[in-house]
């Protein structure tokens, strides 16, 4: 079997020490906002994009950014963690895997207010470290680890 693999982007998006997570209807599992990255976009406006569309909200992404300028070449910002994730598997083998660039962000309100065709508000949830660890055994291990260095990050 080939394996299929897409590019995607997702943030951990920080307020008040808490990160939002709602429950993936595709996927089954708890996830923060992301998607898939367009044929137009860099992986950080994917995010902010993403952002946008699932929670209604503007986010300052917390990302290293090199000083490597030139006239053709353009420092971007940099994801926290690059992963390789298993989307589809079947019989032991992997049939799509998503490549997705993690970024952190910081938002100023935890008003969410999603676009059309989005989880509605209802479905997200703000989790503090403790109820990230309190939730563990329904979350991924690594959305509570990553959830974790996120809100320690931007919200230290």
């Given at each position: 079997?080939?394996?299929?693999?897409?590019?995607?982007?997702?943030?951990?998006?920080?307020?008040?020490?808490?990160?939002?997570?709602?429950?993936?209807?595709?996927?089954?599992?708890?996830?923060?906002?992301?998607?898939?990255?367009?044929?137009?976009?860099?992986?950080?406006?994917?995010a902010r994009?993403?952002?946008?569309?699932?929670?209604?909200?503007?986010?300052?992404?917390?990302?290293?950014?090199?000083?490597?300028?030139?006239?053709?070449?353009?420092s971007i910002?940099?994801?926290?963690?690059?992963?390789?994730?298993?989307?589809?598997?079947?019989?032991?083998?992997?049939?799509?895997?998503?490549?997705?660039?993690?970024?952190?962000?910081?938002?100023?309100?935890?008003?969410?207010?999603?676009?059309?065709?989005?989880?509605?508000?209802?479905?997200?949830?703000?989790?503090?470290?403790?109820?990230?660890?309190?939730?563990?055994?329904?979350?991924?291990?690594?959305?509570?680890?990553?959830?974790?260095?996120?809100?320690?990050?931007?919200?230290?």
């Amino acid at each position: 079997m080939e394996t299929t693999r897409h590019f995607v982007a997702t943030v951990y998006v920080v307020n008040d020490g808490a990160t939002a997570l709602h429950p993936h209807d595709k996927l089954d599992m708890w996830l923060p906002p992301g998607g898939h990255i367009d044929r137009d976009e860099t992986p950080h406006e994917a995010a902010r994009r993403e952002v946008r569309e699932e929670l209604g909200l503007e986010v300052d992404l917390v990302a290293p950014q090199d000083g490597v300028d030139s006239p053709t070449v353009e420092s971007i910002p940099k994801p926290q963690h690059f992963l390789l994730e298993d989307i589809n598997t079947a019989g032991g083998a992997v049939g799509h895997q998503h490549i997705d660039f993690v970024f952190y962000g910081r938002a100023e309100s935890r008003a969410i207010d999603p676009g059309p065709g989005e989880q509605p508000a209802a479905d997200w949830e703000w989790l503090s470290s403790a109820g990230l660890r309190d939730r563990a055994d329904e979350l991924e291990e690594d959305v509570v680890a990553v959830g974790q260095r996120a809100i320690d990050a931007v919200d230290p």
